[in-house]
């Protein structure tokens, strides 16, 4: 799947090329997210909304309420649910069946940039451009813990395959990972700003830390693309 400023998103047929063209949003897409059983395709926008597509035939279910730009797109482990982080300031949590909103994430200080489900989707992170990242309880929509350290916005934020920690990278060049459960910062690794530009954020995070303390870059479920 791809999304485009040109207001689009495709999805392309990995074997022959074929394309299914989704059309409808009113701004460039920012982000694409595949649900865990692949059969949706959840799209992000600066039309301030976001799109449930079936991945099959291209119907759409529109999910709208955000302020600003739509900025990423994550499917709980589940796929029941969907989290959006937005340049209004927050994430919201929607059902996938029927497009309710859920839940109104409020609490950052500027644009929401990212957001991540823990492995058992009982948690949500965000991260923003207020230098800091949020836990929060997607059952009631509590937040849980603020992470402060960053001093520059909070780029992505990624947890590990247990659950227990969160790491994030950030636009001052350096990548941390932080205890969840204990509120605290673990390590903080500056090797993320030194790899290849080809790199999305989350992967630097796995990569940086790896190199920092030895953390198995694949515990964060990141793979790295060949550069070049």
Do not use: I, N
């Amino acid at each position: 799947a791809t999304a485009s400023a040109d207001g689009t998103a495709r999805l392309w047929d990995t074997q022959d090329g074929r394309e299914l063209l989704l059309r409808g949003h009113g701004g460039a897409v920012h982000s694409v997210a595949f649900s865990p059983d692949g059969r949706r395709l959840a799209t992000a926008s600066a039309d301030g909304t976001a799109r449930l597509w079936d991945t099959q035939d291209g119907r759409e279910l529109l999910l709208r309420g955000h302020g600003g730009a739509v900025h990423s797109v994550a499917f709980s482990p589940d796929g029941h649910r969907l989290a959006t982080a937005s340049a209004d300031g927050t994430a919201r949590l929607w059902d996938t069946q029927d497009g309710r909103e859920l839940a109104l994430l409020r609490g950052h200080g500027g644009e929401v940039l990212r957001a991540a489900f823990s492995p058992d989707g009982r948690r949500l992170a965000s991260v923003a451009r207020d230098r800091t990242a949020r836990l929060w309880d997607t059952e009631d929509g509590r937040e849980l813990a603020l992470l402060r350290g960053h001093d520059g916005a909070v780029l992505d934020v990624v947890f590990t395959q247990e659950g227990r920690r969160l790491a994030t990278a950030s636009a001052d060049g350096t990548a941390r990972m932080w205890d969840t459960f204990a509120s605290r910062e673990e390590l903080v690794s500056t090797a993320a700003a030194r790899l290849p530009r080809c790199l999305s954020p989350a992967q630097k995070v796995a990569y940086g830390l790896a190199a920092a303390a030895k953390v198995d870059p694949q515990d964060t479920r990141q793979a790295a693309p060949p550069c070049w």
